[in-house]
């Protein structure tokens, strides 16, 4: 959900010069859009390559240090069916992983660790988990522990946030989750083959299907209650993937060793030590040798991309950065969100603060064109994004127009504006920290928002470290009225586990009928024609776009520094198998 380019001289300058363009008129404006990439080296993000150009045989007892970069402690829930943050799933990629898996447009395949096939009717899907498939403890990895992992996820007293929509279209998942069953009707199984069989046909069964298996032999012993937080899964975890976990430095660090067994055959790396890496020293860690791999962060990028001794791999993520409104709040008893708080439910307020401030600048000088205006809440990786929907353009004019249209007027003459019955209108900002760029990134947007005369400020006058920061949102902090956060999106285009009224992810809490019908449209049996699917997803874009739930800013390129050392590592695998491929040709120095 984190889910990046200037040395921190520069950056203060480049900062500077956008803090000032927040306060240009129209002239002024048009003059920076003449100087473009003048003033301002841009990043040519066609040149990144993918892959590591290393071609050399890995050498054998090859070790490699993972930076998983951070300005804080992962939380160590090391299990997918529970983890909420980006770096506890940088550490479960290395260790387990999905049965099936995907393609260059994200639809299973059968090339995993199971293979599917899907009925004439659409309606059912069974998997077959393969022969030589078994977990680091030895066993099998059968149907019952797929099976097991729907039984947690639908259970009463599962408290994670990954039971949806699609989970509840299964034939008896509802009468299950509602504890009026002890099993899900809809699901078969038979030793490494499992069935599961929907209400409906939906689309999404080839794309977001959850194949994420539970060893239940290991974890059926604990309350599913207390999983979550029991050591099985935050000291001792066990997975199936190509290597296994042989220390964990709670936060800090995991040392890992190579699975022989792995279904794929033996990993090229005897092992791996994973550690927590400021972002501040990040590149200094690649220059040093100290680290193999780690994320570069825009603010650092000139840095690397002078080293040596690295490479520097580039992609279009599967993410987006967005500033959220709060509207309310989740009731856990009804699971469901609940639109409460009225003080953004006016869309020309919400509009009119998309209209004043300026993703465009920000994307070419404090990330140097690794980031670009995000139109919508649908990546460019998939077809489904519609190019037809615009980003909001930076018209602090037209911003100033809808406030007073809406009634936000400054009616003391002190500047800011107050709300349509007279009173004072505060905006507290709720912002993460994180590299150099994080703070000035929140006060530019600040400024801006100023600028139209709205008193906005950061939530306590500073910056939430990661873990703090999205506890304000899950527990709907009454004191958060706008956020600014991130989202890494999966790999099935249907948005509903962000989105729908049930999502316990739906930060926001805003719930729309619209939204519910489109949402449903997108998962419905008529969806299986890619046309409908499409146009379905394109008006719902619309939507978003109109009702401005949130402000999409942002989409980025991602990079990533490699040390040379290393062959093998592909940035596009999007599974976590590649860990499997990836060796050292030469001790490190």
Known sequence: MKIKSYSKVLSALAISSLLLAACSNDTEKSSTKEKKGKDVEQVDTSLFPTKTTNQGEPIDGGHLTYGLVSDTPFEGILNKVFYQGDPDNQVITFFDEDLLDTDENYVFTNDGAASYEISDDNKTVTLTIKDNVNWQDGKPVTGADLE??????????????????????IEGMEEYHAGKADSISGIKVDGKKITFTFKKANPSVTTG???????????????????????????????????????????????????????????????????????????????????????????????????????????????????????????????????????FEDKRLRQAMAYAINNEEVGEKMYKGLRFPANSVITPNFKYNNKDVKPYEYDPEKAKKLLDEAGYVDTNKDGLREDPDGKEFKINFASMSGGDIAEPLTNYYIQQWQEVGLDVQMLDGRLHEFNSFYDLLKKDNEEVDIYQAAWGVASDPDPSGLWSRSAAFNYTRWVNDKNDELLAKGISEEAFDDQYRIDTYNEWQELIHEEVPIIPTLFRYTTTGVNKRVSGYDYLAERQYKWFNVGVTEEAK
């Open 148 to 169: 097991y992992a729907y039984l947690v996820l639908g259970s009463k007293d599962y408290k994670g946030v990954r039971y949806d929509e699609q989970m509840a279209l």
């Open 209 to 343: 299907l959850w194949t994420y298996p539970l060893h239940k032999e290991y974890l059926s012993d604990v309350p599913i209650a207390k999983l979550e937080s029991s050591d099985k899964i935050r000291k001792n975890p066990i997975g199936y993937g190509p290597f296994k976990v042989k220390k964990i430095v709670q936060g800090e660090a995991v040392e890992f060793e190579a699975f022989e067994g792995y279904h794929r055959g033996a990993p090229k790396l005897d092992s791996v030590t994973l550690k927590v890496v400021n972002p501040s020293v990040a590149v200094k860690s690649l220059e040093n040798g100290d680290i193999d791999v780690a994320s570069i962060s825009a603010d650092q990028f000139d840095q690397a991309k002078a080293l040596d001794n690295v490479e520097i791999l580039g992609k279009v993520d599967l993410a987006y950065t967005y500033i959220g409104f709060k509207f309310g709040h989740y009731d856990e008893k009804k699971a469901e969100n609940v639109m409460d708080n009225p003080k």
